[in-house]
């Protein structure tokens, strides 16, 4: 059976950095069946193919770890034939099913689960060029990745630097009296960057926007509970993004290299009567080290950030979204050669509408505030800030 993390095991390898799970066990009710991907041959957005030893019947839920995981009704039952896995006589069976959230099958229990989030070559799905990843320490290299300014040749704001993360996901889930009661999904630890912002233009500019997806990974976790599989699939994405405008010509280059202590959570209470039961917060901790060179006076704006959102997946179904932004905002004060710069981090989780994997409490949407964590300085050409 492949990538697949047994708990209590899985508390020692990846909860003992964090605080202990209270309780790891999740209790199937008597029409529940699980199937290990290992017996599972195909699947399609409503049919299984499967060859088990296991008695299955029209009624029952299956759980199953293929693929990115499922959560199924079995509504039609036909028996295929038989055959030999391992020495082990097994039935084959073609099922049909539907789709149902997890609280069907659990008759109570809980579960706390903390994973690292590697950030590597190997789980890259997509890359812009300017964007590298170096394996082992998962630092992000920004070279030269161009925003071009429009209406004006050559003009553009241009963004070099690193950032390096050591963040790690965590989601506790709680049954009670045959629904969720409690869902947490978090993203919490250090986030490191040195981001620079050049803009160069030789000409004024209207004010524009511009935000690109510059890199992505697909994380797949996978744990055994009591025996119930518990998949998510994590889906880390870079994102940048730049805004501007300026009266004439500018060249003017303003950085950060800040380490962040950040934390991120979108929680659902089904007693909390407010936002369909959800909330978030998020905190953060930082040492900004803002850098500044300012030789073209103007008047103007400019400003970028680059930082992680992590898409999360629970058995294949669109979840949580959880997002920490470092960020530039600088006002150009004109001739007189000063500028304010605020500098900081955004934190922020949302979620779809239809996120009733887990639960029909979780289904509605909602799209949290924008929590913002920031200093601001006053800058004078042609490199002083000073704190203010």
Known sequence: MKALIWLPLATILLVACGPAAPQNNLDLKPNAVVLLEDEVDSVTATDMNVQTDKDLAAG??????????????????????????????????????????????????????????????????????????????????????????????????????????????????????????????????????????????????????????????????????????????????????????????????????????????????????????WNNTFAASFALNPTFNYSVPVQGTGNAFAGLVMDVKFYGVAGPSLEARPFINLTLNGNNGTAGLKTGINGQSKVEAGFKVLGKGLETSYDGPSIEQARTFSCQAPSTCTAN
């Open 60 to 277: 029952q839920i299956v759980i199953s770890d293929e693929a990115e995981g499922l959560v199924r009704r079995i509504t039609e039952v036909t028996q295929a034939g038989t055959g030999e896995v391992n020495g082990q006589a097994v039935r084959k069976f073609y099922l049909k099913t539907e789709d149902v959230p997890l609280e069907e099958a659990i008759a109570s229990g809980s579960v706390s689960l903390e994973s690292d989030l590697n950030i590597g070559e190997a789980t890259m799905v997509q890359a812009l060029d300017g964007v590298s990843v170096q394996n082992f320490t998962g630092r992000i290299n920004l070279t030269n990745v161009k925003f071009d300014i429009p209406g004006v040749p050559g003009g553009s704001v241009t963004l070099n630097g690193f950032i390096e993360q050591t963040l790690k996901p965590r989601f506790d889930l709680k049954f009670s009296n045959g629904s969720v009661e409690l869902f947490k999904a978090g993203m919490g630890g250090t986030l490191k960057a040195s981001i620079t912002a050049t803009i160069q233009a030789n000409a004024s500019y209207s004010p524009f926007s511009l935000n690109k997806e510059l890199a992505s990974w697909s994380i797949k976790r996978a744990f055994v509970v009591g025996s119930v599989p518990v998949v998510v699939v994590l889906q880390p994405k870079l994102i940048a993004g730049v805004s501007s405008n300026a009266g004439g010509k500018v060249t003017v280059q303003v950085g950060i290299t800040p380490t962040f202590t950040t934390n991120v959570e979108l929680d659902y209470n089904r007693s909390r009567t407010t936002n369909g039961g």
